[in-house]
């Protein structure tokens, strides 16, 4: 059973940045798209950023221009640079494929963004 291990999370500063990686436990090779989630407190999780097998990505406008995606298919690894942080980016930070079927999410990584 595919497994994923979100990491890199933690306490930052309004405008610092943060890299998570997404460790995947089998390859994803084959895979054709795959993504950043996040769950704030008491809201739904949302798609934040997506990467195809091809390398093209794509953004939610709420991050778009502050976060980049990328993927080593090497490695099976998914990585999530953040930058120009807010405190609206709290949140919960998973990755899992876009299309489904959709493997077991992960415990994902907290990110907090305070003063």
């Known amino acids: 059973q595919v497994q994923l291990v979100e990491s890199g999370g933690g306490l930052v500063q309004p405008g610092g940045s943060l890299a998570l990686s997404c460790t995947v436990s089998g390859s994803i090779r084959g895979i054709n798209t795959m993504g950043w989630y996040r769950q704030a407190p008491g809201k739904e999780r949302e798609l934040v950023a997506t990467?195809?097998?091809?390398?093209?990505?794509n953004y939610a406008d709420s991050v778009k221009g502050r976060f980049t995606i990328s993927g080593d298919i090497a490695k099976s690894t998914v990585y999530l640079q953040m930058t120009s942080l807010k405190p609206e980016d709290t949140a919960v930070y998973y990755c899992?494929?876009?299309?489904?079927?959709?493997?077991?999410w992960g415990q994902g990584t907290q990110v907090t963004v305070s003063a």
């Open positions: 990467v195809t097998s091809n390398g093209s990505t």
């Open positions: 899992n494929k876009v299309l489904w079927p959709r493997f077991a």
